[in-house]
């Protein structure tokens, strides 16, 4: 028979599994968890074997076991009738709670909308004006919907959740506040951006009236981020606002104005007003190297930032700069690494340093075919410029083969998405075969005029020019008039039209 002193031992290890699990201390409560289980099959006080119960599920959730989890979850919640029920009602409610996100985390939603019918009625006999826990059972009800796609119905649901928290938060609290960007993001999916955003309008009134400008910045941010789906412009102005603010209330290097001058530069970015783009980044990139809390991720994705809009701008020597300073950062960034190889290759390229082009792709191609994408537009782009380079320095072999690899890799690709670059891959293979050592002038004009076949349904006039150009030339040193003039014809066409 279970004496005093073990009630008061199983009551002490459940308080003392409650602050290890809180704390992460994993481990000593895994050593507690054994002896509450044994203590907790014996008692026949059904209100700590009850809250044991939960205790040990609680344990085993946060160890990822999810079969013991929810076996202790429903053996508690079968007990809800037989213990304390006002005495217990908090805990009874977590269980519950705790248990359905259990289930949403497996995808057992069946489950989890079960219990949630449970607790409402639960609530409805016990706590009708328990409005916390009724907005918390609603929350998760949201997450149950989301969790199966069914993002109108989650809105629906957490819009529930956020009335009972106005009933006793004020909107400003952060319960409130975590639902409403719950809400928000959820419209952004659908994109209906209006009401992702009046949430926040409402709030930026509700700061103003307190006069609390940090926060009154911080949510003309999120307006801001809301409006980059709709109106640049506008988001434009909101984010702006509030740089001003957060220059004025925080010191240097606050991750609230790296995050505004990233996003401005961003917006410039896409607008293509490329010189604000770089200064704003540029000025992102000072306030990172002046922050203690600076990560190496930021500073290497804004050197690759700056250093491949200069490239678009052709400040080659300043984008130079930039890029080997962030390549030299960039080694346990991966993906950030390939836009400063790329960059980099292509630099290198222009200034006629070949070998060191050649070392930046080739690093680039090990990079992708290492990471599974070999077969993919950037592979066949980089050994395009590879035999670019090839041919530049007269090594026509070598750029045939470079050509023949990456129309390999086109030709498997959806043939829309790089027309222009297999179009001039054809053209260029026909050079190669027409002036390697053994000429080829068969596969020449094959590959000639398969290239200009894709090239003509190009919407780029100054594409189609080169193109026809390289047939003229083509068949006027292989003296074929008739050919030619076919082609010279439709130069001429071409030059003529409106």
Not at 283 to 298: E, M, Y
Not at 371 to 396: M, P, R, V, W
Not at 413 to 440: N, Q
Request: aromatic share 12%; with cysteine; charged share 30%.
């Amino acid at each position: 028979m279970i004496m005093q002193k073990d009630l008061n031992q199983i009551s002490s290890i459940i308080e003392a599994v409650k602050k290890q699990l809180t704390n992460g201390d994993i481990r000593t409560a895994k050593e507690w968890i054994a002896q509450l289980e044994a203590l907790s099959q014996n008692t026949l006080d059904v209100n700590l074997q009850f809250q044991a119960y939960v205790t040990i599920a609680k344990y085993y959730r946060r160890i990822r076991n999810y079969d013991e989890s929810a076996g202790r979850f429903r053996k508690a919640l079968n007990m809800v009738s037989a213990i304390d029920q006002k005495e217990l009602a908090k805990v009874i409610i977590d269980a519950h709670l705790v248990y359905i996100t259990l289930e949403t985390e497996y995808n057992q939603l069946k489950k989890a909308r079960t219990t949630v019918a449970k607790l409402l009625d639960w609530l409805d006999k016990n706590r009708p004006d328990d409005h916390l826990a009724y907005g918390l059972t609603y929350r998760s009800l949201g997450n149950i919907f989301f969790a199966d796609d069914d993002i109108q119905g989650g809105i629906k649901q957490m819009e529930k959740a956020l009335a009972y928290f106005y009933k006793i938060y004020p909107v400003t609290h952060p319960v409130t506040l975590d639902v409403i960007n719950i809400i928000s993001n959820a419209y952004i999916k659908i994109e209906n951006f209006e009401s992702a955003r009046l949430p926040y309008e409402k709030l930026l009134q509700e700061y103003q009236k307190r006069n609390d400008q940090a926060e009154v910045a911080s949510t003309l941010l999120k307006i801001g981020e809301i409006y980059y789906y709709t109106n640049l412009k506008q988001a434009r102005s909101s984010i702006m606002k509030a740089l001003k603010i957060f220059e004025e209330t925080f010191e240097a290097g606050h991750e609230d104005i790296i995050k505004a001058l990233m996003m401005l530069g961003e917006i410039d970015e896409n607008i293509g007003n490329y010189p604000r783009a770089v200064n704003y980044y540029q000025k992102a990139l000072g306030q990172i190297l002046t922050s203690r809390q600076n990560t190496d991720a930021i500073v290497v994705y804004t050197y690759a930032k700056i250093g491949m809009i200069l490239i678009k701008m052709d400040k080659l020597a300043e984008a130079k700069s930039y890029l080997e300073e962030g390549l030299a950062l960039s080694e346990n960034f991966p993906n950030i690494r390939l836009q400063f190889l790329y960059g980099l290759g292509k630099i290198y390229s222009f200034e006629k340093n070949y070998d060191a082009a050649f070392v930046i792709f080739r690093e680039f191609l090990q990079r992708l075919e290492a990471s599974g994408h070999k077969y993919c537009k950037s592979y066949a782009n980089t050994l395009q410029a590879i035999a670019f380079n090839d041919l530049e320095q007269q090594k026509l072999n070598e750029a045939l083969k470079h050509y023949c690899e990456a129309l390999s890799i086109y030709e498997k690709l959806v043939s829309t998405s790089c027309r222009e670059e297999k179009g001039l891959a054809y053209i260029r293979l026909g050079y190669c075969y027409e002036h390697i050592e053994e000429k080829d002038l068969k596969k020449a004009e094959q590959s000639y005029e398969k290239g200009f076949r894709i090239l003509d349904k190009v919407n780029d006039t100054g594409l189609l020019e080169e193109a026809l150009a390289a047939m003229i030339d083509f068949y006027n040193r292989t003296n074929q008039p008739k050919k030619r003039k076919i082609y010279e014809d439709k130069l001429v066409k071409l030059q003529t039209r409106d």
